[in-house]
């Protein structure tokens, strides 16, 4: 072609051709190296014998010659190409060329104009293919005999090629009058005479270098205003190298080359072989191997080569952990089974041997290792009976049976780095190893030039058009006719493998499953490396392995729609209770939550905790995840349940793994609880995962006891914060149960709605809600935590942590927190270090425990339940009722109304429950009347009933009151103790009242009802004097902890009877008193140790007195009210 020396090579065989052909003539002479031919000027042979006499019709081709079948490196499409030359021929080499049709220049730079294809143009080259994105002209300056000559060229862009080729054609169409001369040593283009033969100085010269002739005597004029050449490189858009080789299961770059020339696929940065691709140095790294072996088969099914892998950490989603290697010899077809154990592999291999022969494949030597899954009775008569020879290699010799070893290692390194490059979770390994194997037999092996495996294989070719990376983000189609009209009609995804050749598959974080689709759109731009899923992997012990692939069968071919995977769902006992304390929802820790029993089932108890009641009935909150899917808030709530799971998954809380026998399996439950706002809106929608523990057995837990703080405790801190003007912050440790760590082994049920069914079980690692010792775990642990930043525990709550050195108070009720200090940098402090091991959620101090807190500018605090009382009140439909101001009347007389109704009875308790709440916490004026309206919630009468809608009817005149806690005011702890003798009517027991005030505002208080008869109104108040003497050593265990109570003086307990204080201050028993038990006289000790001093108040000024009875003056009632620190919230500040 180029060189003379071809030309030559080729006129001999022509030559030879002619004179063999002459038959009965003498031979012709042959001619000698220095003949000239006539027709085209070279020498070597004549014209008679010319190969350009045969030259016929020109076509798109360049010779093998020029590029050598080689590709290089795409140019860089960045912004301005005017990039300036190393030389002004430019780094690539300039090249004459006869069998090239046009001029070709792979240098951008260099073009005075350009215009690009509308589609890139098929250039052939060698056995290969390149393409040409557009063309414009170059000019060169030619050197002849002193004078320069500027030779306009129209040259097209092929930026692929290493070096820039010259068409001798075209410059010979273009320039009639020239002709070409040239040897094995040079070549020159000169102006021919009138016979056609050249003459004069050569206005092209070259030089053969190593066959190829290279030009010298020219110069390339570069352009005075170098053009914006981005469309030059960007005229086709092409997928980098990288972006494919991740396609192609990080394929090598050889094979991959040749799989995108077969394809007539373009591809940018050419030159990059992908050495730092982060999934292959994780995938693929590997110890040197073996050579190679001589490769004896003919056909498909000559030898097959099979193996088994596994098992493998973790489990796959459908419970296997095992699998099937089948490699054919010739074709390089590998085909995978996955089991559930080894004995599965006969039933595995009768059906490959079956799918090869519907192929017309004969199967003629199967060879294995001498494991026993292959070397057993049953696989000797499959064999035997088929006809194939079965080779079973030497043991410990895995070389011998190194092209299945070599098959397990690559498609592991292929899957390994596909799983690690897209940043997925470990579960998925399954579908990893399903595509790996499908991308691989795809691919053209490097020893099977432009053919695939699968090719080979099913005599057909299939297209790759269709994949893409290995993780891509996608949307996918949810067209089920059960989709709600306003639902998204997009779900979002990841990709994860394909069905045939027009099907995907697509992993679903937000569900967490796999569903199979025609109907996908892919997001465009760049792909996502190791997007956090909000589907994490399931924390496991192990590693992951990988060794195989999955056939045909598996993930099944042809025109399939989406395939949705339905969850079994968990059956739950619905009678089974659940504590509050392992729900650890923010109630008063007098009054733990229950779920309780359907109504039919459920058997009165002796003491209803009311607070409950309230808790759970404030709003109608689903009881299951089916009713909540069905509910009009499903979206919220199946989002809710999705961040739950990915907590569980990010805290490490459980591990998948095969249920082991004679263990107890624990059943999930979802609790789905409403989040409300200051004002009693919806904040927040959440779901616990928790577990029924009340099924755990005694080896399944230790100890159970874990603390709360107290109401009483609550409220001594707000007052101490007002006192002082000390700083709060409140925190919520999210989730706060997960970071206990849990020393038994317990195991429980996959939960309803993301259940994978694998047939795997949960083994929780962490204190999981609901277990019994979930509380406890965590209580540990954050105890430990404080007690590292020298906070300790108060003797008088160990809920209660205080850093004596600075005086920071932390009271915790399970995992919400208030923080208080006098300076805001030591409170930034003791975040900061809680931060380091839990994750918190700060917080405006605005409500803790369903209360609102108020600040005023002096530090004042203001604690009330304003709109809690007022949803109360709606759910009754009273929240227009004509309002009192009295919470209850006087009954002197026996009640003889009618029983209520059963559904009138659910009424009655579920409003004392609400009511009880707000008594407990902020509202001592419904003390009483709430008190004794719970006494009947066992068997509530009509009375009963009209009594509670009378409280109502005093909380909608009040609902805006609370207690408010004044800043300055004189630091002093004044008790207040009363009785109401034989006040109730069924059993003539007395009521106690204890009032205690600290600052002027009560921050304990009780209305108790005594549990024996006392025989007088003396003994009656000793015992009511002995129920707030507890109060106030309690008290002063906070005050001494707090280093508050040196500043005091000694309390006074006022007391409105002298009988009773006769009793305390004197030792006088007589038979008015010797009944009286001993244990109602320690008070004697307390005044008797200068801890307690006894003083009478008259009758009027005995604040307690609001705890004991129902007072019918609205003056006094009032004015006890405000005295106990009650004021509206409109008064405040």
């Known amino acids: 072609l180029v060189a003379s020396t071809m030309l030559r090579q080729q006129a001999k065989k022509s030559s030879a051709s002619r004179s063999s052909?002459?038959?009965?003539?003498?031979?012709?002479?042959?001619?000698?190296?220095?003949?000239?031919?006539?027709?085209?000027?070279?020498?070597?042979?004549?014209?008679?014998?010319?190969?350009?006499?045969?030259?016929?019709?020109?076509?798109?081709?360049?010779?093998?010659?020029?590029?050598?079948?080689?590709?290089?490196?795409?140019?860089?499409?960045?912004?301005?190409?005017?990039?300036?030359?190393?030389?002004?021929?430019?780094?690539?080499?300039?090249?004459?060329?006869?069998?090239?049709?046009?001029?070709?220049?792979?240098s951008p730079h260099m073009f005075q104009s350009y215009q690009p294809f509308s589609e890139p143009k098929s250039v052939m080259v060698g056995n290969g293919i390149s393409h040409a994105v557009g063309m414009g002209t170059v000019e060169m300056v030619v050197n002849c005999d002193g004078q320069t000559h500027n030779w306009i060229m129209l040259m097209w862009f092929a930026p692929e090629f290493r070096a820039n080729l010259v068409s001798v054609g075209m410059i010979l169409n273009k320039f009639v009058d020239m002709c070409q001369l040239g040897d094995s040593k040079q070549w020159g283009l000169y102006k021919k005479n009138r016979r056609g033969f050249p003459m004069g100085e050569r206005y092209l010269a070259g030089k053969m270098v190593n066959s190829m002739c290279e030009m010298s005597n020219f110069e390339v004029k570069m352009p005075a205003v170098m053009i914006n050449h981005e469309q030059a490189l960007l005229s086709q858009r092409r997928e980098s190298l990288r972006m494919w080789h991740k396609t192609f299961a990080h394929l090598n770059k050889k094979d991959l080359l040749q799989l995108m020339r077969d394809e007539g696929v373009?591809?940018?940065?050419?030159?990059?072989?992908?050495?730092?691709?982060?999934?292959?140095?994780?995938?693929?790294?590997?110890?040197?191997?073996?050579?190679?072996?001589?490769?004896?088969?003919?056909?498909?099914?000559?030898?097959?080569?099979?193996?088994?892998?596994?098992?493998i950490e973790p489990i796959a989603r459908g419970g296997s952990r095992f699998f099937a290697v089948f490699k054919d010899e010739f074709s390089s077809y590998r085909q995978v089974y996955l089991m559930k154990s080894k004995d599965q592999l006969v039933g595995h291999l009768t059906t490959f041997i079956a799918r090869a022969k519907a192929l017309q494949h004969v199967i003629k030597e199967l060879q294995t290792d001498g494991g026993g899954e292959f070397d057993n009775q049953k696989v000797r008569q499959l064999v035997s009976a088929e006809g194939i020879e079965h080779r079973i290699v030497m043991p410990y010799t895995p070389q011998q049976n190194g092209l299945v070893e070599r098959e397990n290692r690559t498609v592991q390194e292929a899957a390994r780095s596909m799983l690690h490059g897209s940043g997925l979770p470990e579960f998925l390994w399954d579908e990893v190893v399903v595509t790996a194997a499908y991308t691989l037999n795809r691919a053209a092996p490097s020893q099977i030039k432009g053919k695939q495996p699968l090719e080979l294989w099913t005599g057909k070719r299939h297209t790759v058009q269709h994949m893409r990376p290995f993780g891509t983000s996608c949307f996918v189609l949810d067209d089920r006719t059960q989709r709600r009209k306003m639902q998204a009609k997009g779900i979002e995804g990841r990709l994860v493998g394909y069905v045939g050749d027009d099907g995907f598959r697509v992993w679903l974080p937000s569900k967490h499953t796999v569903w199979t689709s025609k109907h996908v759109k892919f997001l465009t731009g760049p792909l996502i490396e190791n997007v956090e899923e909000r589907a994490k992997a399931v924390p496991e012990v192990h590693t992951l392995e990988i060794h195989t692939e999955v056939d045909d069968e598996t993930v099944k071919q042809g025109q399939a729609e989406k395939v949705v995977v339905e969850l079994d769902p968990v059956e739950l006992n619905d009678e089974v209770e659940l504590n509050e304390e392992d729900l650890a929802d923010p109630v008063p820790e007098d009054a733990p939550v229950r779920n309780l029993r359907p109504r039919e089932n459920l058997k009165a108890p002796e003491k209803l905790n009311l607070v409950a009641v309230a808790m759970i009935t404030a709003f109608p909150e689903p009881k299951t995840a089916k009713e909540a899917m069905q509910s009009e808030?499903?979206?919220?709530?199946?989002?809710?349940?999705?961040?739950?799971?990915?907590?569980?998954?990010?805290?490490?809380?459980?591990?998948?793994?095969?249920?082991?026998?004679?263990?107890?399996?624990?059943?999930?439950?979802?609790?789905?609880?409403?989040?409300?706002?200051?004002?009693?809106?919806?904040?927040?929608?959440?779901?616990?995962?928790?577990?029924?523990?009340?099924?755990?057995?005694?080896?399944?837990?230790?100890?159970?006891?874990?603390?709360?703080?107290?109401?009483?405790?609550?409220?001594?801190?707000?007052?101490?914060?007002?006192?002082?003007?000390?700083?709060?912050?409140?925190?919520?440790?999210?989730?706060?149960?997960?970071?206990?760590?849990?020393?038994?082994?317990v195991y429980m049920r996959q939960p309803e709605g993301f259940d994978d069914r694998s047939g795997r079980v949960w083994r929780l690692k962490r204190s999981l809600y609901g277990l019994k010792q979930a509380p406890r775990c965590w209580n540990v642990k954050i105890h430990q935590k404080l007690t590292e930043i020298r906070f300790k525990r108060s003797q008088a709550d160990p809920c209660l942590y205080i850093r004596e050195d600075d005086m920071t108070l932390l009271l915790l009720y399970v995992d919400d927190g208030l923080i208080l200090g006098r300076e805001q940098a030591k409170i930034e402090e003791v975040l900061a270090a809680l931060k380091t091991e839990f994750q918190l959620t700060l917080g405006d101090v605005s409500s803790y425990l369903g209360v609102q807190i108020k600040r005023g500018a002096d530090g004042a605090v203001f604690l009330h339940q304003s709109a809690y009382l007022e949803r109360v009140l709606q759910d009754f439909q009273m929240e227009k009722c004509n309002s009192v101001r009295l919470p209850g009347a006087n009954h002197r007389e026996q009640d003889k109304t009618p029983r209520l109704e059963e559904e009138m009875k659910k009424k009655y308790q579920t409003v004392v429950g609400k009511l009880m709440y707000a008594a407990c916490y902020t509202r001592p004026d419904l003390a009483y009347s709430v008190n004794q309206a719970a006494k009947k919630v066992a068997d509530p009468t009509k009375r009963d009933w009209r009594d509670v809608i009378q409280i109502m009817k005093y909380v909608r005149g009040s609902f805006d009151l609370g207690l408010l806690y004044k800043a300055g005011q004189k630091d002093e702890l004044v008790p207040y103790s009363d009785a109401d003798y034989a006040g109730d009517q069924a059993d003539r027991k007395s009521t106690s009242g204890v009032v205690c005030l600290i600052g002027g505002t009560t921050v304990t208080w009780a209305s108790r009802k005594q549990q024996c008869v006392a025989q007088s109104t003396a003994e009656a108040e000793l015992i009511a004097a002995g129920e707030t003497a507890k109060d106030v050593v309690w008290l002063q265990k906070l005050l001494d902890d707090t280093k508050r109570r040196d500043e005091m003086t000694k309390p006074s307990l006022k007391i409105d009877n002298i009988g009773c204080i006769d009793l305390i201050q004197s030792e006088l028993i007589n038979r008015r008193t010797k009944h009286i038990e001993v244990r109602f006289f320690w008070i004697r000790d307390l005044v008797a140790e200068g801890r307690l001093d006894v003083e009478h108040v008259a009758t009027e000024n005995q604040l307690a007195d609001i705890m004991t009875k129902r007072i019918d003056s609205v003056t006094v009632f009032e004015s006890l009210r405000s005295r106990i620190g009650i004021c509206s919230l409109k008064n405040t500040k």
């Open 633 to 745: 808030h499903a979206d919220e709530w199946k989002l809710a349940m999705q961040e739950e799971i990915d907590s569980l998954i990010d805290n490490q809380v459980f591990q998948l793994v095969q249920m082991p026998p004679g263990k107890r399996l624990l059943p999930a439950k979802w609790v789905l609880k409403l989040k409300l706002a200051e004002d009693g809106s919806i904040s927040r929608f959440k779901a616990r995962l928790v577990a029924l523990g009340c099924r755990q057995r005694i080896d399944e837990f230790g100890e159970t006891f874990s603390p709360v703080a107290k109401a009483d405790t609550f409220r001594f801190v707000m007052q101490m914060a007002s006192q002082y003007n000390m700083k709060i912050s409140q925190f919520d440790v999210k989730p706060a149960f997960l970071n206990g760590d849990l020393h038994e082994e």
């Open 21 to 106: 052909t002459s038959s009965g003539k003498k031979t012709a002479r042959t001619p000698k190296p220095d003949d000239v031919c006539r027709h085209c000027q070279m020498k070597g042979h004549w014209a008679r014998a010319c190969p350009g006499k045969k030259e016929g019709k020109k076509t798109n081709l360049v010779s093998n010659l020029a590029i050598a079948a080689e590709f290089g490196q795409a140019m860089a499409a960045s912004g301005e190409l005017a990039m300036t030359p190393q030389s002004k021929k430019g780094a690539k080499p300039w090249y004459i060329d006869s069998g090239a049709s046009v001029h070709f220049i792979s």
């Open 266 to 311: 373009n591809i940018r940065d050419i030159d990059d072989d992908c050495g730092d691709c982060e999934g292959c140095l994780k995938g693929k790294f590997h110890r040197v191997s073996f050579g190679r072996r001589v490769k004896d088969v003919t056909a498909p099914g000559d030898r097959v080569h099979a193996d088994v892998c596994g098992p």
